[in-house]
Antibody, heavy 122, light 111 residues
Framework: QLQLQESGPGLVKPSETLSLTCSVS??????????WGWIRQTPGKGLEWIGS???????YYNPSLKSRVTISVDTSKNQFSLKLSSVTAVDTAVYYC??????????????WGQGSLVTVSS | QSALTQPASVSGSPGQSITISCTGT?????????VSWYQQHPDRAPNLIIY???NRPSGISTRFSGSKSGNTASLTISGLQAEDEADYYC???????????FGGGTKLTVL
C-alpha cells in the first residue's frame, strides 16, 4: 500500500519560494510506471491541480501556475518535490501530494498525503 | 481552464438517494470517460470513490455509483448514511494541454 507524506515549512514570506517534499513509502518511484502529482486546496477556490511528474523527470503543469512551478524527483531518496516561486497570500493553501498508483497518467488520484498547510505571510 | 460546475450543496435524509452533478464542456467531460469523484471529510485528505466515470476502487461501498451523459457526470449515493456527510469533488481529464480540472465541490448534508 503506497503511503505519501508531505514535509516543508508551514510559513513562507511573500515573494519567496515555497518548497515542499513528498516522501513515498510502500513502493519505489523509480520502478513505478505512473505519475506523481501536487494538488492544493484553498478555502476560496477548492481543489486545484498544480502539476505532475514521471519517475524519469518528465513533468507537466497547470498552465495557470506553470511560470512559477517546478516539480522534481529524487529517486535515490524516493521523494518528489514542489517549488512555487514569487508566492503571495493567494498561494496560502493546504498542499497535497498524490498519485494514481497505476499507469493511468493523471486520470485520477488514489493515494494522497495527509496535506501540508502553507501560509504566506510576512 | 475553468473549474467544473457542481451544486454548492445537497441534502438528504438517511436511507434516501441523492445525486450530485458535475457539468463540464465538450473539451473535458464530453470527450473523455475519465471522470473521478472524491469524498472529503473535514481536515482529511480527499478519498477516491469513483474513477473512469463508473468504477469503484476496492473497498468503496456499492452505495456509490457514477454515470455520465453528454457534458455532465453524476455521482449517486443510495441508502444515505450519516457518515456520508462530507464534501464531494469531481475531476475530469481535459487533454494533453491542461490535463485535469476539478469541480468546485458540493457539501452533502445528511438531515
Amino acid at each position: 500500500q503506497l503511503q505519501l507524506q508531505e514535509s516543508g515549512p508551514g510559513l513562507v514570506k511573500p515573494s519567496e519560494t515555497l518548497s515542499l517534499t513528498c516522501s513515498v513509502s510502500g513502493g519505489f518511484i523509480s520502478g513505478a510506471n505512473y505519475y506523481w502529482g501536487w494538488i492544493r486546496q484553498t478555502p476560496g477556490k477548492g481543489l486545484e491541480w498544480i502539476g505532475s511528474i514521471y519517475y524519469n523527470g518528465y513533468s507537466y503543469y497547470n498552465p495557470s501556475l506553470k511560470s512559477r512551478v517546478t516539480i522534481s524527483v529524487d529517486t535515490s531518496k524516493n521523494q518528489f518535490s514542489l517549488k512555487l516561486s514569487s508566492v503571495t497570500a493567494v498561494d496560502t493553501a493546504v498542499y497535497y501530494c498524490a498519485t494514481p498508483g497505476a499507469a493511468v497518467g493523471t486520470r485520477y488520484f488514489q493515494y494522497w498525503g495527509q496535506g501540508s498547510l502553507v501560509t504566506v505571510s510576512s | 481552464q475553468s473549474a467544473l460546475t457542481q451544486p454548492a450543496s445537497v441534502s438528504g435524509s438517511p436511507g434516501q438517494s441523492i445525486t450530485i452533478s458535475c457539468t463540464g464542456t465538450s473539451s473535458d467531460i464530453g470527450t473523455y470517460n475519465y471522470v473521478s469523484w472524491y469524498q472529503q471529510h473535514p481536515d482529511r485528505a480527499p478519498n477516491l470513490i469513483i474513477y473512469d466515470v463508473t468504477n469503484r476502487p476496492s473497498g468503496i461501498s456499492t452505495r456509490f455509483s457514477g454515470s455520465k451523459s453528454g457534458n455532465t457526470a453524476s455521482l449517486t449515493i443510495s441508502g444515505l448514511q450519516a457518515e456520508d456527510e462530507a464534501d464531494y469533488y469531481c475531476l475530469s481529464y481535459t487533454g494533453s494541454t491542461t490535463h485535469v480540472v476539478f469541480g468546485g465541490g458540493t457539501k452533502l448534508t445528511v438531515l
